[in-house]
């Protein structure tokens, strides 16, 4: 299964035992000091032990406090980091890969908060996109010792034990700053021309081969081409990865540059292994490895990546975060079992938007404490019964049948799934079935009893006198309380969605502007409906994570959607909705249909029916929450009963 995946492979005089490499992903999960901590070690042992060739160990800061570029991001700016990363390289090899350590330098990019008041430095001072705010422009001199901090960052992981380092030279920051023309207006050599642009990165390669040794790996997570107007094209690319193989580079690592963060870190609806394109171009230039990176979310994908001749190596980053033991299921021929990621990026708005642990809305264990992890085997099996089979109850039947107790899960509708089946009817949500599908197949695999189509209730649960009584009975709509709520012209979003409605060529108003009101809007523009969304507050999808808030607001404007803000709902009418604004104004906005998509509220009838069972209660049945809730209190009380 999966031979070219799991073919060995190297990079320079390193081998691999597949083609599988962990890209880097920031976790802060590392001292608060930079030092390596426990979660950390555990998190990558997890991976090592997943069965991955190599791991790349994210984002390691090699000169404090300029290069700091996280809230909790693992240090090699100074020797006294050393045995830490020594326990860190040790963990990933007793795991069975291969370690990197990827040295990472912001530059222009560094965030204000992670660089202690200090003013971020750039190769010149122009001023960064994101903020306007000028860098100060690196002199000479410090160019030079930034090369030495680089070769000195380097020394440190091979004295530590680490196989390689990869060079963050894409995304933006400094290596990828002196490359670009758009950041880079210097006079000397280390400006102008491509080979002088490329100078810095060169000495850097250059550098780590004469003071650590040549056959030392040392990879580039190269820049194939800015998404700014004016940057590096793909032309550039190719001829920058063809200067590093001649500068004894071991392997390209391409992505994209300067702009476009959405693009790198993509929401769900970007489609698998998108960006590959970008290592098949590098590829064409050089003849060192390529890896391919991007979206790449299921083995026959990476697999037809590599027969293509595409990449040499593929590289999986969220994968790897929603499951560790992608490679060894793949390996064994178990993609079923494979809990593939969904780009529903909790992870980067816990890392980039919160600086917080890294977590993840499928894997539960992600950013816990090793202890807090452990699944022990029951004492005394218990007989469990589940109601309700969406994530919450799924997941508690999961964790509950692992560690032995006899699990029943009843689930009223004919399928698995609950609110996920509504939640992956939009454009661009599919990849939440893929949920479902995996639990689909484990459940039965560990021994849980599945009773679909059948609705519990008190007296049936008195019959079959369980041990433990979860109820994940979910959530219904909320209905809000407006005059002509209950009129013909008058649907719930839940139901159009669950339903899979369809209409064409109406006048639709929704009531109710987050993530349900927007992506309910968005199915229905893209049916060729005129669609408006009323909101009663100027801001807009607040809670949705920004990347897939733009992109969302994004498609809404390209498919006509008016947002209409700061809007009371009043009435629902015949004729449309009357709304009245800030001013005192009322007026009616046309609609042949009215959308009610005012969120939900618990379906926790049951609670109180099961009071003298002491029934635990999870997922949206104690408050409707996100995927992520749902599942991590499914882990967490099934971990204990
Ligand atoms: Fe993937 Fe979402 Fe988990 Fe991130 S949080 S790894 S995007 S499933």
Known sequence: MFQTLFEPGSIGKMTLKNRLIMAPISTNLAGGDGTVSDELIFHYAERAIGGVGLI???????????????????????????????????????????????????????????????????????PRPKD????????????VEVVGQYVQAARRAYE?????????????????????????????????????????????????????????????RLVAEDMLEGGLTLEDGRWFARRLEEAGADAIHPDFGLGGK?????PMPYPQAWRVYLAAEIKKAVSIPVIAVGVIREPRVAEEILE????????????????????????????????RCIGCNECVMARHVEDAPLRCSLN??????????????????????????????????RVAALRGHRVALYERETHLGGM???AAVPPGKEKLNWITEYFAHELPRLGVEIHLGEAMDAERVRALNPDVVIVATGSEPAIPDIPGVDGPNVLVAQELLARRMRFTGQRFALVGGGMLGLETAAYLATQGNAVAVLKRYETIGRSI????????????????????????????????????????????????????ARGAKPADKLVQELRDFNPLVIGDAVQPRKIINAISEGFVTAQFI
């Open 420 to 422: 996920l089946n509504v």
């Open 364 to 397: 539960a264990t992600v950013g816990r404490r090793p202890e807090a992890c452990r699944l022990e085997r029951a004492k005394t099996p218990k007989r469990v019964l589940i109601i309700g089979g969406g994530p919450a109850g799924m997941e508690a039947a």
């Open 545 to 596: 994570e920004p990347l897939y808030r733009d992109h969302l607001l994004r498609d809404l404007k390209e498919h006509g959607v008016e947002i209409i803000t700061r809007v009371e709902v009043k009435a629902i009418q015949a004729e449309g909705v009357l709304v009245r604004d800030q001013t005192g104004e009322e007026r009616v906005v046309p609609a042949d249909r009215v959308v009610l």
């Open 262 to 266: 959405e693009k790198r870190l993509e």
């Open 132 to 143: 306007g705010l000028v860098p100060r422009a690196l002199s000479h001199t410090e160019v």
């Open 56 to 126: 790349t160990v994210e984002n390691v800061c090699l000169a404090y406090p300029l290069a700091c570029h996280g809230a909790a991001q693992p240090r090699i700016d100074d020797d006294a980091f050393i045995p830490g990363l020594r326990r860190l390289a040790d963990a990933i090899h007793q795991g069975g890969a291969k370690a990197a350590a990827e040295l990472t330098h912001p530059g222009m990019s560094a965030g204000l908060r992670y660089i202690r008041g200090e003013t971020p430095v750039a190769p010149s001072a122009v």
């Open 160 to 220: 530590a034990g680490f196989d390689a380092v990869e060079l963050q030279a894409c995304h933006g920051l400094l290596i990828n700053q002196f490359l670009s023309p758009l950041t880079n207006k210097r006079q000397d050599e280390y400006g102008g021309s491509r080979e002088n642009r490329a100078r810095f990165l060169v000495e850097i390669v250059a550098g780590i081969k004469r003071h650590v040794g040549s056959d030392f790996p040392v990879m580039v």
């Open 308 to 339: 293509a001749g595409k990449a040499d190596f593929v590289a999986l980053g969220r994968a790897l975060i929603a499951d560790p033991d992608w490679p060894n299921k793949a390996r064994a021929g178990e993609e079923q079992a494979i809990r």
